[in-house]
């Protein structure tokens, strides 16, 4: 028997876990050596909409922990993790830890299971913004020196990890795991109507908008990184520009962030935006109904790492707000359907004036197959195997 315990934190991890989650289920009911599976959430995303509501929506089971960390500062919450991650596995005693992503409760995760030499996996390993300044990158830079498996969405990914001297023998070029839960629910999706999607998560108070919204009649935006969001010289100007140009073009919908929700209200912009006719704001959505706006969509401008990818895959024509990427196989250059165009608008203007001119064209990098949760169970189990037989 084999005993895993796999950590989730935050909404761009669950839908990384459930197919491994199945996949696990899929081994135990085809192999006689079974695989014990404990979830645990460290609650640092805790509102129905950012976590119960993907649980429900990707049939992920209840975690077996619930750490309840919630919101605080960096140190807060990384620090708050370890305390009750560390309790856990003294009790647990898995013999891996996974962690997917870049969150904080996957660097938080990784330190303990590491002190406590249990040995790490980390899902989607190798990924490198090269910027010091993401919490992101910090999380995925000691993430990866710690773990004893990592597992890549591409070979780029792999690249910089040989670059970076880790071991052969610990990389392993899997896929893209959550274009396994893409591939499992698009179909599904696709049956959503979109005006039941906005008619069920249109935010209090917002004008329903003017203009019939039909596929390709509409643009997408989300933003939810402190860079972007924060300081009120570069978020101005961005709303600006949403405001007076891109609803001028077409409808704009808007999955709000609690993060960026916050700062329009602060900054006293939430009326002008919740009043403009072309504008819809949404309180964030489920996973089907943002795969099935995104399917629509003649554009998505956006800062998520995940939605580069789900552009990239369903074909949306993507401005990537941000300087740099650690995703960057989603870039027009290497195939894919994403432009880099950091928060200044002038530069945003001149792509977004471009990107009205494109159409949607899907590109699916190598092993973005929705295969990609069974090739990581094997690979586990020969690893385990390989690393038991080295003692
Ligand atoms: C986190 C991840 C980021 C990921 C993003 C997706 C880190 C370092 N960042 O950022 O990589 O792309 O999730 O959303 O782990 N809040 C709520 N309800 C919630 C959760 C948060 O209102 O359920 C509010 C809190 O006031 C909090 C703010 O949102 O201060 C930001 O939440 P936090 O978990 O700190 O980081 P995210 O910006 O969501």
Known sequence: MLKILSVVGARPNFMKIAPLIRAIEKHNHENVIRIQHVLVHTGQHYDVRMSEAFFKALNIPNPDINLEIGSGSHAEQIGYTMVAFEKVLLEQKPDWVIVVGDVNATLSCSVVAKKLNIKLCHIEAGLRSGDMTMPEEINRLVTDRLSDLLLTPDTLSSDNLRKEGTP???????????????????????????????????????????????????????????????????????????????????????????????????????????????????????????????????????????????????????????????????????????????????????????????????????????????????????????????L
Not at 276 to 293: D, T, W
């Open 168 to 390: 052969e023998e610990k990389i392993y070029f899997v896929g893209n795991i959550m274009i396994d839960t893409l591939e499992a629910n698009r179909e599904k999706a696709g049956h959503l109507q979109l005006e039941t999607i906005i008619n069920e998560n249109l935010v209090a108070g917002c004008t329903n908008p003017k203009r019939s919204l039909v596929d390709y009649s509409y643009a997408i935006i989300t933003l939810h990184r402190p860079s972007n969001v924060d300081p009120e010289k570069v978020f101005i100007p961005l709303i600006d520009f949403l405001l007076n140009e891109v609803t001028k073009d077409q409808l704009l919908i808007w999955p709000i962030h609690p993060r960026a929700k916050k700062q329009l209200i602060k900054l006293r912009l939430w009326n002008s935006l919740i009043t403009n006719p072309s504008f819809i704001l949404l309180e964030p959505v489920g996973y089907h109904e943002m795969v099935r706006l995104n399917m629509g969509a003649k554009m998505m401008l956006t800062d998520s790492g995940g939605l580069q990818e789900e552009c990239c895959v369903l074909g949306t024509p993507c401005l990537t707000l941000r300087l740099n990427t650690e995703r960057p196989i989603t870039l027009r250059e290497n195939g894919g359907t994403s432009v880099l165009v950091g928060n200044n608008v002038q530069r945003i203007r001149k792509e977004y004036l471009h990107t009205l001119t494109l159409d949607r064209l899907p590109y699916r990098p190598d092993l973005w197959d929705g295969h990609t949760a069974e090739r990581i169970v094997e690979k586990l189990i020969e690893t385990d195997k390989r690393l038991n037989s080295n």
